[in-house]
């Protein structure tokens, strides 16, 4: 559960940068459009992919006799 609360929370945070700096780039109508369709599957994906490279390369901690 907390997995999917961290890569939900990782996609809110990147799409939201993504969106905000379309907004500021191209104005409010294509900041919405980018919003509904691009930044929160964009998010969602590039959230998923930085969280399973970190689960990756992060040393686990191991209870060694």
Do not use: H, Q
Request: net charge neutral; charged share 10%.
């Amino acid at each position: 559960m907390k997995y999917i609360a961290a890569i939900l929370l990782g996609a809110l945070i990147v799409g939201g940068l993504l969106t905000a700096v379309v907004y500021s780039l191209f104005g409010a109508e294509a900041g919405w459009f980018f919003a509904k369709f691009i930044a929160g599957p964009l998010g969602l994906f590039c959230a998923f992919l930085l969280f399973i490279i970190y689960d990756t390369l992060w040393p686990k901690s191991r209870d060694e006799p």
